[in-house]
């Protein structure tokens, strides 16, 4: 997510790291596990503290909301496709009058969607 906000394509990040692009790939998507030394390469080139990559993820240590927890997933899965990063970057560029107006509209598509 990070990378797409920046604009950098996957083989300009795995150069910057040290990494093929298909090595990169199969970190996004969750493939392959990330050693805390990559992690920590990714996040200098990325420009944000390592624990960014962990916002948002249920905290283990205490009793959990599970509707809390899944609001976060739903969350993260909206910021990592591409449509859901472009909305979430204009949505705050749209008047205040009218988000309401998307949300009712985004809800009645889903509604939809359930019915098929």
Request: net charge positive; aromatic share 8%; glycine share 8%.
């Amino acid at each position: 997510m990070r990378r797409k906000t920046l604009g950098l394509s996957q083989t300009i990040v795995a150069e910057a790291v040290g990494l093929t692009f298909q090595q990169l790939q199969k970190y996004e998507r969750g493939a392959n596990r990330v050693s805390a030394s990559r992690l920590y390469g990714f996040a200098q080139h990325l420009k944000v503290p390592v624990g960014w990559f962990f916002e948002g993820l249920p905290d283990t240590d205490r009793d959990g909301d599970p509707a809390a927890d899944q609001r976060a997933r739903a969350a993260n899965a909206f910021l990592r496709s591409t449509e859901g990063l472009e909305l979430a970057r204009l949505f705050p560029t749209v008047p205040k009058a009218s988000r309401a107006q998307l949300v009712s509209l985004i809800r009645g598509l889903a509604a939809e969607a359930d019915e098929d």
